[in-house]
């Protein structure tokens, strides 16, 4: 799960003030360990740009469609658990019990979803980007346009700020350093890599992350479990971890009866189950099967089973957290009660800055506290390791959608050497967003914009979802269906969005005087509406008009993945008949004769005058430029050509839904195994 996927009333603190008793700071040998972090990181992606081609829309973007189960799997892990996973995680832990864990439960179903019913379908259209196949499924331009639009809004303005943000703000409580240099500097680093590098450096950078968050989380879990003295002493140290000082006559302060459920109360509780079993799950089905940032990761996998194989190894993956992140939050709780579990507005501002609550303090209160010299390192790396991975995935993903989507519609015959230039620029451009929105973030005082910013989850998501579902999964859905669902279904979520906004969620003490559609309908039962009404607009629409074009559904649904003739053949059989024209108007003299029609004389002559030039530009061309090519995975031009250099045309995808009998029955008994596991953990917890 995202940050976007947490409960509401999680927050990040709007101030960097350190608890009084977080004093401790990093020394020389955990800065020693951050730096052999950031040599390795740099190692790995500069590895990866060697072994990888990135001069190509496939190589950059798609990782040359080449990547295994092992390092699919990772980066759907790394990208999706973010620095305000360990923030907002545990500090939801500390707040409120497990409850918030089944979010990542839920992501456990839901890419596994991702690998056996959506991604079939995706490989068969032959897709880059999730807008694109909507404009292959249902024609027409404006619904890809506004799912991309949609999404790289969702991107900047919740991904990017809190990820960074909450890592950002970490970095200053263990380095005390100025908030924009931490996250220049982090942002500089990531972006180095994710401009030259592309897709393919992304992933291996992930699962290199993925290895470092998993040992450092670790490691802080057995340090806190030993520091309370074993499970035993978190069931009952959580319920008497109660604040000395609390609002007279209120709850604040004391422990939820139902902490250690996640099946709460229908109508009164903070997640009531029915909500989370389904309003969660539709939310959580755009996150994990249509999202941009996880399924390009799917799609480059070299082949369906290898691509499922990524999703198994990411399901397994999303049961760690629950022990790594939540349980040391809760532990966090019982070892710094006053100040992680401040219940006083004037004193919770006194020691985090924030009125609202000091539980986002959790897990870097832990660090800081817990860990001897060189694992703080260690665990400091593992935070930037988290913060990186998602900040790179975003990036990526948010210059596909830009590079493919967007500019592509307003220049549809632009080279592949502009496509790469543009992904790359594009990359830089939400660096310095990023930066430029740390002072919207810091000005949100109390907290109330990490209050509300998972609640855009909740209401825009929802319509995204069923525009996915009926499209992969019913023919008869339109274009003029999809849209104005997608459409109203926004305005209506909007609405509730902005009331959101306009009235708070009162606090613990305070008395709840919102309107009736916000005090008595929970966020996650509005998901569930706000998915009927949807549905009821897509369906009625569709009916009503118009049946789609075959092309609009031959490839592109469950029921029409193995047409022998989709629209990825389509495709490529007109960028095959668009190569050979370029090449036959290449060789042109501008009068319509061909180069080899040319006669001797003039031919001789042109010959040495492009011989004399060629070699011009070739001395002429500095080692600088050189190095720069290189770097951005661009080939130079080559003595003798005519043109600039071009990178080669780009390589057929060779993904099929092809299985070797062997290889899917073992990912289908693996599937078997994960649903069951699945079905354990939350009947367990429930």
């Known amino acids: 799960m995202d940050l976007t996927e947490a409960p509401q009333g999680t927050s990040v603190p709007p101030s960097p003030t350190p608890p009084p008793g977080g004093r401790a700071v990093l020394v020389t040998v955990d800065i020693v360990v951050l730096v052999v972090y950031f040599l390795l990181v740099l190692a790995v992606g500069f590895w990866s740009m060697w072994r990888t081609k990135r001069s190509t829309v496939d190589g950059y973007f798609l990782a040359g469609k080449s990547m295994t189960w092992w390092p699919v799997g990772a980066s759907l892990f790394a990208s999706n658990i973010g620095s305000g996973h360990f923030i907002g995680l545990a500090g939801s832990g500390a707040a409120a019990g497990i409850g918030a864990i089944a979010y990542e439960w839920n992501g456990m179903l839901m890419v596994l979803l991702l690998g056996w019913l959506f991604l079939p379908i995706y490989i068969a259209s032959g897709v880059t980007t999730m807008p694109e196949y909507l404009q292959r499924r249902f024609g027409g331009r404006r619904t890809q346009l506004f799912i991309a639009v949609l999404s790289l809004f969702i991107y900047i303005f919740t991904k990017i700020s809190v990820d960074m943000y909450a890592g950002a703000l970490f ?78 006559n209120s709850t604040c302060g004391i422990p939820r009866a139902d902490s250690f459920h996640i099946f709460r109360d229908p109508v009164n509780s903070d997640l009531p189950w029915p909500g989370v079993i389904i309003g969660m799950s539709i939310p959580s089905m755009w996150y994990w099967c249509s999202d941009q940032v996880i399924v390009q990761r799917s799609l480059a996998a070299k082949n369906l089973t290898h691509a499922k194989g990524g999703s198994l190894l990411a399901a397994y993956m999303k049961i760690l957290p629950f022990f790594a992140i939540m349980l040391p939050g809760m532990i966090s709780r019982i070892l710094y009660t006053d100040d992680v579990a401040c219940a006083d507005p004037e004193l919770c501002k006194e020691i985090c800055g924030n009125p609202v609550g000091c539980t986002d303090t959790a897990y870097a209160r832990l660090v800081m506290e817990l860990l001897p010299a060189g694992l703080r390192g260690l665990m400091m790396a593992a935070m930037i390791a988290a913060l990186m991975s998602s900040l790179t995935s975003i990036f990526n993903s948010a210059s596909t959608i830009f590079t493919m989507d967007l500019w592509k519609s307003f220049r549809s015959r632009a080279t592949e050497w502009e496509l790469m230039i543009v992904g790359r620029v594009f990359v830089l451009v939400l660096v310095v967003v990023s930066v430029l929105w740390i002072p919207v973030v810091q000005a949100s005082q109390g907290g109330q914009l990490f209050i509300y910013i998972q609640s855009i989850s909740t209401y825009l998501q929802p319509p995204v979802s069923i525009i996915f579902i009926l499209g992969c999964f019913w023919k008869r859905t339109n274009e003029k269906g999809a849209f104005w669902g997608l459409v109203i279904g926004l305005v209506v979520g909007c609405i509730r969005m902005l009331l959101d906004f306009i009235y708070p969620a009162p606090l613990c003490y305070e008395e709840d005087d919102r309107p009736g559609v916000l005090k008595y309908v929970h966020y996650l039962y509005f998901s569930i509406l706000l998915s009927i009404i949807t549905m009821i607009v897509v369906v009625a629409v569709s009916l009503a008009t118009e049946e789609p074009k075959p092309e609009q559904v031959s490839g592109l649904t469950w029921f029409t993945r193995f047409d022998s003739m989709g629209p990825k053949e389509q495709v490529f059989s007109v960028e095959r008949s668009t190569v050979a024209l370029d090449k036959i108007t290449s060789h042109t003299n501008g009068t319509g004769i061909t180069g080899e029609q040319e006669g001797g004389n003039g031919k001789a002559s042109r010959h040495r005058k492009d011989s004399s030039s060629s070699v011009s ?68 917890w429930g």
């Open 171 to 248: 970095i200053q409580l263990a380095l005390r350093w100025n908030i924009y240099l931490a996250v220049v500097l982090l942002l500089s680093v990531t972006a180095l890599y994710t401009v030259a590098g592309g897709l393919a450096t992304v992933i291996y950078t992930d699962a290199a992350q993925t290895a470092i968050m998993l040992i450092g989380s670790l490691i802080l879990m057995g340090f806190s479990f030993t520091e309370i003295g074993g499970w035993n002493a978190l069931m009952e140290g959580y319920f008497n971890a109660i604040p000395s000082t609390r609002v007279p």
């Open 617 to 684: 530009s070739v001395q002429s061309q500095s080692r600088l430029l050189s190095a720069l090519y290189w770097l951005c995975g661009m080939e130079t031009r080559r003595e003798g050509d005519d043109n600039p250099a071009t990178p080669p045309q780009p390589e057929q995808a060779t993904c099929s839904l092809e299985e070797k009998t062997h290889l899917r029955l073992l990912v289908n008994v693996n599937l078997i195994i994960c649903l069951s596991v699945t079905a354990f953990i939350v009947g367990y």
